[in-house]
């Protein structure tokens, strides 16, 4: 009878080390991905800003008119309030990212890893909702701008009867809703593929700490 209730000791030891050697092993994959994915969300947000640098200054070197327009845009404080809110908003979207990228990285504690995932998704999550905004707002501030700075469309504008210009307030939000649309498409695509994965590394991670 002694010896039987040595091997049952034996038995659960040797299982409790093997079950802390899995949750070991599944605690470092997770810990691996959760690194590699948010890696991953700051190389892209890296790539997002050079692209807005690049959709805003290469027509400036191609066109003329366009120049002459930016540069009477720039006279416009409230267009320069705006165009630093929103690269001032993707650098610290890229800051905040690489801090949890470096937090996730030298952190052992699982716990502490949830954190920084939960983070990390608040971060993305109000991101993509500010330049959803952004968009909302910057199409009818293009037309503004377009109105007081082209005479020709200010013209064409000043002309049109109350009908006329019904039909131009219907095609802008048209046009506004299928931008936004898009770009929410984009970002659902890109950033939302990431963060299922952080989502399914943050359940598994609730289930080790139970």
């Known amino acids: 009878?002694?010896?039987?209730?040595?091997?049952?000791?034996?038995?659960?030891?040797?299982?409790?080390?093997?079950?802390?050697?899995?949750?070991s092993e599944i605690y470092s994959m997770?810990?691996?991905?959760?690194?590699?994915?948010?890696?991953?969300?700051?190389?892209?947000?890296?790539?997002?800003?050079?692209f807005w640098i690049l959709v805003n200054t290469l027509p400036y070197f191609l066109?003329?008119?366009?120049?002459?327009?930016l540069e009477a845009s720039y006279e416009?404080?409230?267009?320069?309030?705006?165009?630093?809110?929103?690269?001032?908003?993707?650098i610290l979207f890229i800051y905040l990212l690489y801090n949890s990228y470096k937090s996730i990285s030298i952190t052992d504690n699982a716990k502490k890893l949830m954190e920084s995932i939960l983070r990390t998704r608040k971060?993305?999550?109000?991101?993509?909702?500010?330049?959803?905004?952004?968009?909302?707002i910057?199409?009818?501030?293009?037309?503004?701008?377009?109105?007081?700075?082209?005479?020709?469309f200010h013209e064409r504008v000043a002309s049109m009867d109350s009908g006329q210009m019904l039909v131009l307030y219907l095609i802008t939000t048209l046009v506004t809703g299928v931008?936004?649309?898009?770009?929410?498409?984009?970002y659902r695509?890109?950033?939302?593929?990431?963060?299922?994965r952080l989502n399914r590394n943050y359940d598994e991670l609730k289930k080790l700490e139970v």
Do not use: C, R
Not at 76 to 90: C, E, K, T
Not at 179 to 186: E, H, K, M, R, S
């Open 138 to 152: 910057s199409i009818p501030l293009s037309l503004y701008f377009e109105f007081n700075q082209n005479p020709e």
């Open 189 to 196: 695509l890109i950033y939302g593929i990431l963060l299922k």
């Open 63 to 69: 066109s003329d008119s366009y120049e002459e327009k």
């Open 123 to 136: 971060v993305i999550k109000y991101y993509v909702i500010f330049n959803l905004v952004m968009i909302f």
């Open 76 to 90: 416009n404080p409230l267009f320069v309030g705006l165009s630093f809110l929103s690269f001032g908003v993707i």
């Open 30 to 50: 997770l810990h691996k991905k959760s690194s590699s994915i948010i890696k991953t969300l700051f190389y892209i947000s890296i790539a997002e800003f050079a």
């Open 1 to 23: 009878m002694d010896e039987l209730e040595l091997l049952k000791k034996d038995w659960k030891k040797e299982q409790l080390e093997f079950n802390t050697f899995a949750d």
């Open 179 to 186: 931008i936004i649309l898009i770009f929410w498409l984009i």
